[in-house]
């Protein structure tokens, strides 16, 4: 089955310096890749997603970058802000087949003032 | 659109209880999701229904869990009996599944935090 590897576990930055992190996928049938921001004692919650026919995706300060060849794709989020601070999750399904999604475990982005 | 909306927020009992979650997920969707988040395993798939079926149930970690989604608006997470070691956050996530078109973005109701003592 799939399996999602996320790193790193903690990244510390100062505001407005630019945060990345990078997930890597097992199943090359996988075209559907979410990620998602979960906030302490908050659900989890979409903040971009991407799929197989485009190499990237971007929406205001955050952007996704898809490697298909080399099953991987990350997360950029530039001039980083406190209120960026939350666990970051990745995630990939292969729709098609109807299964679920995988998670990766998670990053926690610190962002200092 | 009032969103995945999960029952109760907080629960604690005492281990050997049976517990009851419950979930309702948004209206159209018709794929839903339990699953189970502890610091040290993260996020796990715990069950997953498409159009009231259950598709997977590799991730219940034992007989003790069950599931079950009688309609298109509501499902059930059971566990009988509770252990200490089933405390964690449960949530509940739903979308919308086309065959043809391929999964729509899950959206998390707001999760149980269960405390077996």
């Known amino acids: 089955g799939e399996n999602v590897e996320q790193h790193p576990s903690t990244l510390s930055v100062q505001e407005g310096d630019s945060a990345v992190i990078k997930c890597t996928y097992s199943?090359?049938?996988?075209?559907?890749f979410p990620w998602y921001k979960q906030e302490l004692g908050k659900r989890p919650q979409l903040i971009i997603d991407?799929?197989?026919?485009?190499g990237e995706k971007k929406d205001q300060r955050i952007a996704v970058t898809l490697n298909k060849t080399a099953k991987h794709f990350s997360l950029h989020i530039t001039e980083t802000q406190p209120e960026d601070s939350a666990v970051y999750f990745c995630?990939?399904?292969?729709?098609?087949?109807?299964?679920?999604?995988?998670f990766g475990k998670g990053t926690t982005l610190s962002v200092s003032s | 659109d009032a969103g995945v909306i999960q029952s109760p927020r907080h629960e604690v009992t005492e281990m050997g209880q049976e517990v009851t979650l419950r979930c309702k997920p948004i209206?159209?969707?018709?794929?839903l999701f339990w699953y189970r988040q502890t610091m040290m395993r993260g996020l796990e798939l715990l069950i997953y229904?498409?159009?009231?079926?259950?598709?997977?149930d590799s991730g219940m970690p034992e007989d003790r869990f069950s599931a079950k989604m009688p309609n298109a608006s509501f499902s059930t997470l059971k566990i009988q009996p509770s252990e200490p070691r089933d405390s964690a956050v449960y949530f509940c996530?739903?979308?919308?599944?086309?065959?043809?078109?391929?999964?729509?973005?899950?959206?998390f109701g707001d999760g149980t935090r269960l405390s077996i003592l």
């Open positions: 991407i799929r197989s026919n485009v």
């Open positions: 995630a990939a399904s292969d729709p098609q087949a109807g299964t679920a999604l995988i």
């Open positions: 229904f498409n159009n009231n079926v259950p598709i997977d």
């Open positions: 199943d090359s049938a996988s075209n559907y």
């Open positions: 996530a739903s979308s919308f599944f086309r065959p043809t078109g391929g999964n729509q973005p899950q959206h």
């Open positions: 209206s159209g969707h018709n794929s």
